[in-house]
C-alpha cells in the first residue's frame, strides 16, 4: 500500500511562491518515479512536473516550464514542487503521483492540495 500526501497549498498574489510537498509511505521512494499534476477549475487534468526515480531526469509542462521546479528527497521519503513566478491560471488542485519501478504508468495519486492565486 502506498500513500502519497499533498501539503503546503494556499492563497498567494500574483507573483508569488509556493513550495508544495509530496510525502510518501509505503514503498521505498527510490523506486518511484514522481510526478506532478493539476487540475483547475472547470478543466480537465493537466501534466505539470515529473522526475525519475534518481532525480537525474526531470520533465515539465509548457506552461510551467522555467517557473516551477520538481526534486526528490529519497532520505525524506519527499518529492517537491516548488512555484515561483504564480499566476492566477495556475489555479487548481495539485496531485501527486507515484509509478512504480518497471511500469509506465501512475499507479498511486494523493488526495491533491488546493492552490489558488489571486491577481
Known amino acids: 500500500q502506498v500513500q502519497l500526501v499533498e501539503t503546503g497549498g494556499g492563497l498567494v498574489q500574483a507573483g508569488g511562491s509556493l513550495r508544495l510537498s509530496c510525502a510518501v509511505s509505503g514503498r521505498t521512494l527510490r523506486n518511484l518515479g514522481m510526478g506532478w499534476f493539476r487540475q483547475a477549475p472547470g478543466k480537465e487534468r493537466e501534466f505539470v512536473a515529473s522526475?525519475?526515480?534518481?532525480?537525474?531526469?526531470?520533465y515539465y509542462g509548457d506552461s510551467v516550464k522555467v517557473r516551477f521546479t520538481i526534486s526528490r528527497d529519497n532520505a525524506k521519503n519527499t518529492v517537491y514542487l516548488q512555484m515561483n513566478s504564480l499566476k492566477p491560471e495556475d489555479t487548481g488542485i495539485y496531485y501527486c503521483?507515484?509509478?512504480?519501478?518497471?511500469?509506465?504508468?501512475?499507479?498511486?495519486w494523493g488526495q491533491g492540495t488546493q492552490v489558488t492565486v489571486s491577481s
Open positions: 522526475i525519475s526515480r534518481s532525480g537525474g531526469s526531470t
Open positions: 503521483a507515484a509509478k512504480p519501478i518497471g511500469t509506465d504508468q501512475y499507479h498511486y
